[in-house]
């Protein structure tokens, strides 16, 4: 159980369009999911927190224009990069959290690599 | 603020040594702790929880047990297989916040 999916994988994309991110909980139902963003060989830096049905609670000095976060259903929280530069590329990781368990794990996807041309 | 620092890396043994990767946190209310593992190319996989103090988390050979006093959580394995060579990051989550704080991660390599 707790399994997160991500889709896609991996994508490469030319600079200036823009990418979305999906992040699914397969079979539990989370009312919190986060995004994080990884550089090469260092620590998951916390994006934003999106809470179902309301308006995701950014980081400081992220940019809500750019990085665009919908959480539309329990089981789906996407992410979209608008307008990107290769300054975007990186390591980009979404978890949820159960609804249902009481402490505050996270259940991690496996990550989407976005490369910017 | 909460905050999480491991041991720097990277960290290479030989199959079968002895492994401890040390944690120690700052917080202010009473957090629950995580090991998480990170495989190359791949997500975050929980590898061991304790949620609070003197609990003692344990899967797959790893243990780490939560001591207040020392504000520590160190993850410690008997023998190491070159399976385990991955990138380990201790975490806690404040019981009144949902955001996990990471500290910097620490790569293990294990050699045959």
């Known amino acids: 159980g707790a399994v997160v999916s991500q889709h896609p994988s991996w994508v490469i994309c030319k600079s200036g369009t823009s990418v979305k991110i999906e992040c699914r909980s397969l079979?539990?139902?989370?009312?919190?999911m986060f995004w994080y963003r990884q550089f090469p060989k260092q620590s998951l830096m916390l994006m934003a927190t999106?809470?179902?049905?309301?308006?995701?609670?950014?980081e400081q000095g992220v940019e809500k224009d750019k990085f665009l976060i919908n959480h539309a259903s329990l089981t789906l929280s996407t992410l979209t990069v608008t307008s990107a530069h290769p300054e975007d590329s990186s390591f980009y990781i979404c978890?949820?959290?159960?609804?249902?368990?009481?402490?505050?794990?996270?259940?991690f996807g496996p990550g989407t690599r976005l490369t910017v041309l | 603020g909460d905050s999480v620092t491991q041991m720097e890396g990277p960290v290479t043994l030989s199959e079968e040594a002895f492994l401890t990767i040390n944690c120690t946190y700052t917080?202010?209310?009473?957090?629950?702790l995580f090991w998480y593992v990170q495989y190359p190319g791949e997500g975050l996989q929980l590898l061991l929880k304790?949620?609070?103090?003197?609990d003692k988390g344990s899967n797959k050979g790893f243990e780490a047990t939560y001591r207040k006093e020392t504000t520590s959580f160190h993850l410690e394995k008997g023998s190491v297989q070159v399976s385990d060579s991955a990138v380990y990051f201790c975490?806690?989550?404040?019981?009144?916040?949902?955001?996990?704080?990471f500290g910097q991660g620490t790569r293990l390599t294990i050699n045959p």
């Open positions: 978890s949820a959290r159960d609804r249902d368990v009481s402490y505050n794990e996270q259940f």
């Open positions: 079979d539990f139902q989370a009312t919190t």
């Open positions: 999106s809470n179902e049905g309301s308006k995701a609670t950014y």
């Open positions: 917080a202010t209310g009473y957090p629950s």
């Open positions: 304790a949620t609070k103090a003197d």
């Open positions: 975490a806690l989550s404040d019981q009144g916040a949902q955001k996990l704080v």
